[in-house]
């Protein structure tokens, strides 16, 4: 390996760790939240429940009410979602380690590079309204760019 090569799969191995460890610590965090609401919930439910058998009515009424808004905000912004969302960048950026210790050519490494912005955009972009791959996703972006129509050359012109 030249060291012009292994110098860019150098950097290019320190761009993917960077950018896996922050979205690695975006999916725990949003698992956590996940678990938080999760088991909040549970909680809540437990306190309504003895509230009730203990016939305290308006504690049953003030946790009910918080189930109820803890819910709401549970089904407004989908966490688990977005878990499975960073988990799935983490996946790819993962998976983008896999052919750097044979790097062959310098061509591998920029298909490489171009993998790695183009996940990085769909990270930046946030969660897709559906669960398309990123790749899929980058293509209809691509597709859907204005195509520049090529200038014919002037008549007379050698071509």
């Given at each position: 390996m030249n060291e012009e090569l292994r110098l860019a799969t150098s950097?290019?191995?320190?761009?993917?760790?960077?950018f896996l460890k922050d979205?690695?610590?975006k999916k725990k965090l949003f698992k956590f939240y996940s678990i938080?609401?999760?088991?909040?919930?549970?909680?809540i439910s437990l306190a309504i429940t003895i509230s009730g058998i203990y016939d305290k009515g308006t504690?049953?009424?003030?946790?009910?009410?918080?189930l109820a808004a803890l819910l709401a905000v549970h089904r407004a912004f989908?966490?688990?979602k977005i878990s499975?969302?960073?988990?799935?960048?983490a996946t790819a950026a993962e998976n983008m380690f896999s052919p750097l210790p044979s790097m062959p050519d310098m061509a591998t490494c920029n298909a490489v590079r171009g993998e790695l912005k183009t996940l990085r955009q769909f990270v930046a972009?946030?969660?897709p309204q559906n669960d398309t791959d990123y790749r899929?996703?980058?293509l209809q972006q691509q597709s859907q760019a204005p195509q520049i129509a090529p200038v014919p050359a002037p008549v007379g012109a050698v071509v």
């Amino acid at each position: 390996m030249n060291e012009e090569l292994r110098l860019a799969t150098s950097t290019l191995s320190q761009s993917i760790d960077e950018f896996l460890k922050d979205v690695v610590w975006k999916k725990k965090l949003f698992k956590f939240y996940s678990i938080g609401l999760t088991l909040l919930a549970i909680a809540i439910s437990l306190a309504i429940t003895i509230s009730g058998i203990y016939d305290k009515g308006t504690i049953t009424a003030v946790l009910g009410a918080s189930l109820a808004a803890l819910l709401a905000v549970h089904r407004a912004f989908p966490i688990d979602k977005i878990s499975r969302f960073y988990r799935s960048a983490a996946t790819a950026a993962e998976n983008m380690f896999s052919p750097l210790p044979s790097m062959p050519d310098m061509a591998t490494c920029n298909a490489v590079r171009g993998e790695l912005k183009t996940l990085r955009q769909f990270v930046a972009d946030g969660l897709p309204q559906n669960d398309t791959d990123y790749r899929a996703i980058a293509l209809q972006q691509q597709s859907q760019a204005p195509q520049i129509a090529p200038v014919p050359a002037p008549v007379g012109a050698v071509v």
